[in-house]
């Protein structure tokens, strides 16, 4: 059974950087390599939005336009494993940041979450 688990969320002041990071495992490199990957963010009281997507050759790479020249994505498929390093963060920032692997033709798998906060 495909498992994401995130790490790198924390408390973090106004300006200040993060490097998330999730991890894949129970299924093989050839597998994770036809994965679509993406970031998503949950903050209270609002619906989870898509922040960052990357194709399976780490190619096709979108972000939404709040994060535009802040983040970015990238993908070790030989460590099972997807990036989002975060700089000049904001307040709004603030939120639950959540993996997703897109299988070809199968449901999304996604992961439990890592906290993110920006204040002073």
């Known amino acids: 059974q495909v498992q994401l688990v995130e790490s790198g969320g924390g408390l973090v002041q106004p300006g200040g950087s993060l490097r998330l990071s999730c991890a894949a495992s129970?299924?093989?490199?050839?597998?994770?390599?036809?994965?679509?990957m993406s970031w998503h963010r949950q903050a209270p009281g609002k619906e989870r939005e898509l922040v960052a997507s990357i194709g399976v050759g780490g190619g096709n790479i979108k972000y939404d336009d709040s994060v535009k020249g802040r983040f970015t994505i990238s993908r070790h498929n030989g460590q099972l494993t997807v990036y989002l390093e975060m700089n000049s963060l904001k307040p709004e920032d603030t939120a639950v940041y959540y993996c997703?692997?897109?299988?070809?033709?199968?449901?999304?798998?996604w992961g439990q979450g890592t906290q993110v906060t920006v204040s002073s």
């Open positions: 997703k692997a897109s299988p070809n033709g199968g449901p999304p798998v």
């Open positions: 129970g299924l093989a490199y050839s597998t994770f390599t036809s994965y679509a």
